[in-house]
């Protein structure tokens, strides 16, 4: 056996992610749309000048309406990619059941293209073409990229996405709870909400591997922008409309 040039645990071993990897998306997407989509409401009614009812009943309807949005969208989306991929794999099947040896040749193809060495190509092919299950997998993984662990659950990313929606509406929300000016509280709003998204962008880091500070003002800028955007929009409507 060939003997590695490599120290032993020169560097640590560090572990994936894990089951939460495939949910990332709804995780971060969830929250960080909670905060920016509801804080952007807020300060488009603010800027139209409506009272602090007006605003609470706003941010109430457009919290709980982005949440069902939200939740729907990630289960239609997701439960039509599963569908998309429970076609292929059949598809697949029969491929496999009556045009074997074209699904072989593709292995080859695919091997070939991914670096395996011409020497090597004929063992690699045959051992991931011995059955047809073994056949199938390899090809759900070579020529549709469906890992089963990476598969999403539509249930599961319909609830993260909700929930976790109307959890990143609540700090732009709070603040016009209290009997404080509508100024303040939109100022209020904003600092929670900007803390709000620089937490979500250095979180993710944890995941990405990535700079958190830079990151985390990333997504704070990205938002800020888009606040000043609706308030200003609002500002011009209610000037426009008298």
């Not at 560090?14 to 969830?30: A, C, K, N, Q, T």
């Amino acid at each position: 056996m060939a003997q590695s040039n490599r120290l032993p645990h020169a560097v640590p071993y560090e572990p994936h992610v894990g089951e939460s990897r495939p949910y990332m998306r709804d995780i971060i997407l969830g929250v960080n749309d909670g905060l920016v989509s509801v804080f952007l409401l807020i300060a488009g009614v603010v800027g139209g000048g409506l009272n602090r009812e007006q605003i609470i009943l706003a941010a109430i309807a457009g919290g709980i309406a982005g949440a069902i949005s939200m939740a729907a969208g990630e289960y239609l989306a997701t439960r039509s990619q599963e569908e998309v991929f429970e076609r292929e794999i059949e598809l697949e099947r029969q491929h496999i059941e009556h045009h074997r040896d074209s699904e072989v040749d593709q292995l080859y193809a695919m091997f070939a293209d991914i670096g395996i060495s011409a020497e090597d190509l004929e063992g690699v092919v045959s051992a991931f073409s011995r059955d047809d299950d073994v056949l199938l997998n390899s090809m759900k993984v070579l020529e549709f990229g469906i890992v089963d662990t990476e598969r999403r659950s539509p249930y599961t990313a319909m609830f993260l996405s909700g929930l976790l929606f109307l959890s990143g509406a609540l700090p732009p929300t709070l603040p016009f709870l209290f009997g404080i000016s509508i100024g303040v509280a939109l100022t209020i709003s904003a600092i929670l909400t900007a803390v709000g998204l620089f937490v979500v962008g250095a979180a993710k880091t944890v995941v990405t591997r990535t700079h958190p500070i830079r990151s985390g003002m990333e997504n704070l800028i990205i938002a800020g922008i888009g606040g000043f955007i609706a308030f200003y929009i609002g500002t011009l409507v209610e000037g426009a409309l008298g």
